[in-house]
């Protein structure tokens, strides 16, 4: 019997507009972080990106070839609450999934789907949520 089935989010949030994008991937591995630098890349292909990440294990895989539009910023250790997407997590989680059950994971996915669609087209809630000093 399976007691647990998991989905992820990745997410990205430009502090400077509001302008947030997001994937829905089955893993947190090498693979797909590199799916997911490739697709923020490709939806912003004039622009020179920052990425700010963790020291997570799948963010400093060796098989990650960046975009040639991307750089990646790492953030010191045990200092997640510097990373401006956490903010984003928080809010997903109070806003949307705050004591909820859910039938299946694909009903899950909708919903978290539903979710991230609105904070992608919510540029001044992001801006509230992430743009602080």
Known sequence: MVTHQYTYAYGAVSVQDGGFD???????????TQIFLEEVAKRHPSDRIIMVMDGAGWHKSQAIDLPYNMRILFLPPYAPELNPVE??????????????????????????ESALLVLENDQSRISSITAWP
């Open 22 to 32: 997001s994937l829905m991937l089955p893993y947190v591995n090498g693979d797909c």
């Open 87 to 112: 903010h984003i997590w928080d809010e997903l989680r109070e806003k949307w999934f705050h004591n909820r059950v859910f039938a299946s994971l694909e009903s899950l996915e909708r919903h978290l």
